[in-house]
């Protein structure tokens, strides 16, 4: 199998491990292939956008979602290291404002299935790190939320990079509400 998959405590949200061939010269991987992903996780997805951002150590990008449109999201970091984290929005759900979180390097080639229904974020540790995540519907900027990264009701424990008291947020991120006053699914 060229996956091994590993539910997280939010047993939707999976780390995906694929299987690196590496040698002397360097390594190949497949970062996704739609008849194993469905064979190793029984979800038979189609993406239809492929994002890629850059950001420096610090930066705190999240916790997104799409109220309408809601976007499936498969992870991963082709430079550098990120903390990832998926927050379950769904009010009838057992998990819900429950969160989950790995670690997602170039070096460990870890992803991350973020399923619809659940907010996203990322924080970088490294210099800088280059993310690239699949979606399974469109970005649409009217139904983007915002959940706030640091509501103490949800108690995500970031791990700042040393040096930082706080991350770097953009405005749409330091404006972001609390679970209590989000719009959930």
């Known amino acids: 199998m060229p996956y091994t998959i590993t539910p997280t405590n939010l047993p939707e949200v999976l780390i995906v491990q694929p299987k690196v ?16 992903f469905e064979s190793a996780t029984g979800l038979k997805v189609e993406f239809v956008q492929d994002n890629h951002s850059l950001s420096s150590q610090g930066v705190l990008r ?18 550098g290291e990120v903390f990832d984290i998926a927050v379950d929005m769904r009010k009838n759900s057992a ?3 429950q969160w989950a979180g790995c670690h997602l390097s170039a070096e460990n080639a870890t992803q991350l299935w973020v399923p619809p229904g659940f907010a996203h974020g990322f924080l970088v540790l490294s210099k800088t790190a280059e993310f690239l995540y699949k979606t399974t519907d469109y970005w649409y900027p009217e139904h983007e939320r915002s959940l706030l990264w640091n509501d103490p009701a949800l108690g995500i424990e970031w791990p700042l ?5 706080v991350p770097l947020l953009a405005a749409k991120d330091a404006a972001a509400l609390p679970l209590s006053q989000a719009e959930t699914f």
Request: charged share 20%.
């Open 95 to 97: 998990t819900f404002g």
């Open 161 to 165: 990079p040393e040096g930082f008291a």
């Open 62 to 79: 999240g916790l997104h979602y799409q109220i309408q449109h809601a976007q499936g999201k498969l992870v991963r970091v082709v430079t």
């Open 21 to 36: 061939f590496g040698d002397a010269r360097g390594f190949f991987y497949e970062s996704f292939n739609a008849r194993d």
